[in-house]
């Protein structure tokens, strides 16, 4: 399978534990985005790599939240003293480009957060 | 932040077409018109996308209107695989996508 895979695909933690989700996109991909999505609404953008530099990281939705991709191919996604609120549905999504346009978003699975 | 608005649910018989309409009441000329569709349980999935001329290709069509304020995904055979939540953005790139919460379409058999 060639596509944007996501690990673990559920994760089960407890209120202040940190976790750490893993992206592997698309190979030829340099573009790397990670997305929020709760119950009944769309995804959220979080934050996007061109290659290794993060190139937008504002809508991180707090300091707790922090991303890496150290050599420009898998990512990280790190949530650091979990809160209930936590519990969602973290994306990831890859795509070529190195401009301005449009260029395709490939969207993994998804790994899902339950925080108790 | 999303910036377009969409019904929230819409029925459709397989083999008809859909539907499915989206208003665009702040979008600025740079900005294209995408849709991503998100059957359960998988992420989303890009359909199209238009700047102003309307648009076709194996999925879909879309249909952009002079003033570009709104919007139609036209689904021309609605297929059992089509239900979906379908999710309009307008952004000036697509690094950015600001998903809203979408039409959650169910084709009826």
């Known amino acids: 399978d060639t596509g944007v895979s996501q690990n673990p695909r559920h994760k089960i933690t407890k209120r202040g534990q940190n976790v750490t989700f893993r992206c592997d996109p698309i190979s030829e991909h340099n573009r790397l985005y990670w997305y929020r999505q709760t119950l009944g609404q769309g995804p959220e953008f979080l934050t996007y790599f061109q290659n290794e530099a993060q190139l937008e990281k504002s809508r991180l939705l707090s300091d707790r939240f922090s991303a890496e991709r150290p050599k420009g191919s898998f990512s990280t996604l790190e949530i650091q003293r979990t809160e209930q609120g936590d519990s969602a549905m973290y994306l990831c999504?890859?795509?070529?480009?190195?401009?301005?346009?449009?260029?395709?978003?490939?969207f993994g699975p998804g790994t899902r957060l339950t925080v108790t | 932040d999303a910036k377009t608005t969409q019904p929230t649910s819409m029925d459709c018989a397989e083999g008809r077409a859909a539907n499915l309409p989206c208003n665009h009441s702040?979008?600025?000329?740079?900005?294209?018109v995408y849709w991503y569709r998100q059957i359960h349980s998988q992420g989303p999935q890009y359909i199209i996308h238009?700047?102003?001329n309307n648009e076709t290709n194996e999925m879909a069509s879309l249909i952009i209107t002079e003033d570009r304020k709104s919007s139609t995904l036209i689904l021309p055979h609605a297929t059992l695989r089509d239900t979906a939540v379908y999710y309009c953005i307008d952004s000036p790139g697509a690094n950015n996508l600001f998903f809203g919460t979408g039409t959650r379409l169910t084709v009826i058999p």
């Open positions: 999504a890859s795509s070529s480009g190195t401009g301005y346009g449009f260029y395709e978003q490939y």
């Open positions: 702040t979008i600025s000329g740079n900005e294209y």
């Open positions: 238009g700047l102003k």
